[in-house]
T-cell receptor, first 115, second 111 residues
Framework: ETGVTQTPRHLVMGMTNKKSLKCEQH?????MYWYKQSAKKPLELMFV???????ENNSVPSRFSPECPNSSHLFLHLHTLQPEDSALYLC??????????????FGEGSRLTVL | EDKVVQSPLSLVVHEGDTVTLNCSYE??????LLWYKQEKKAPTFLFML????IEKKSGRLSSILDKKELFSILNITATQTGDSAIYLC???????????FGKGTKLSVIP
C-alpha cells in the first residue's frame, strides 16, 4: 500500500469509447502527477497539478483530459484514443512541487489497452 | 537525444553477486538525483542524492553521486531474488516540476 490508489487496474477500450482513470492519494500531499509508461520507453510526465491547479501539460494530445477536483483526487479522462496510447498510466503525488527535487509516491498504475 | 542514460539496460546475476548500476545525465541547473525500484507496477523510492561523494546507504543498497562527471551509481551487494526489478534513475533540475527518468536497468537475480 503506497498511499496512492488507482482505479481501474486494467482497462480495455475501443477507439471510440470514453473512459476515465481515477487516482486518490491519502498522504495529504499538495501536488499530483500523471505519468505514462510505454514499453521500452522512459516514464513520461503528462500533467502536473499543484493545489488542484494545473501547472504543467507536457504537450499531451487533447484526447487525454485531466481533472483535479481537489488535492486528493486526480482523474484522466480518455476519449477517442489510439492503439499507440496503450500503456501503463501511473499517478504520483508529492508533498510539494518537485522544484526542490523531492520524492514522488506512485500508485500501482492503470494498464490501458486500446483496441 | 536521451538526457539520462542508464546502463546496462538489463543484467542477469546469481544470488550473492554484487552489482553496480550506472546512470549518467546531461544537466543544466542540477538539483538532485533520485533512484527508484519498480518491481511490478508502482516505482518505490530508494535514494535521493544531492551532494557529490556522499554515499547513501540502506541495507545492502548504496548509491553515490559525482556531480563533476555527471553520473551516479547504485550498488547492491549479496543480491537476492527479491532484488529482481527495474531500477530507475531520475535527475531533477532546479526549478523544474518534473523528474526526467532513464529507461531503467532490468535486474534479474536467479537462485
Amino acid at each position: 500500500e503506497t498511499g496512492v490508489t488507482q482505479t481501474p487496474r486494467h482497462l480495455v477500450m475501443g477507439m471510440t469509447n470514453k473512459k476515465s482513470l481515477k487516482c486518490e492519494q491519502h498522504l495529504g500531499h499538495n501536488a499530483m502527477y500523471w505519468y505514462k509508461q510505454s514499453a521500452k520507453k522512459p516514464l513520461e510526465l503528462m500533467f502536473v497539478y499543484n493545489f488542484k491547479e494545473q501547472t504543467e501539460n507536457n504537450s499531451v494530445p487533447s484526447r487525454f483530459s485531466p481533472e483535479c477536483p481537489n488535492s486528493s483526487h486526480l482523474f484522466l479522462h480518455l476519449h477517442t484514443l489510439q492503439p499507440e496510447d496503450s500503456a501503463l498510466y501511473l499517478c504520483a503525488s508529492s508533498q510539494e512541487l518537485l522544484a526542490g527535487g523531492g520524492e514522488l509516491f506512485f500508485g500501482e498504475g492503470s494498464r490501458l489497452t486500446v483496441l | 537525444e536521451d538526457k539520462v542514460v542508464q546502463s546496462p539496460l538489463s543484467l542477469v546475476v546469481h544470488e550473492g553477486d554484487t552489482v553496480t548500476l550506472n546512470c549518467s545525465y546531461e544537466v543544466t541547473n542540477f538539483r538532485s538525483l533520485l533512484w527508484y525500484k519498480q518491481e511490478k507496477k508502482a516505482p518505490t523510492f530508494l535514494f535521493m542524492l544531492t551532494s557529490s561523494g556522499i554515499e547513501k546507504k540502506s541495507g545492502r543498497l548504496s548509491s553515490i553521486l559525482d556531480k563533476k562527471e555527471l553520473f551516479s551509481i547504485l550498488n547492491i551487494t549479496a543480491t537476492q531474488t527479491g532484488d529482481s526489478a527495474i531500477y530507475l534513475c531520475a535527475p531533477c533540475w532546479a526549478g523544474s516540476y518534473q523528474l526526467t527518468f532513464g529507461k531503467g536497468t532490468k535486474l534479474s537475480v536467479i537462485p
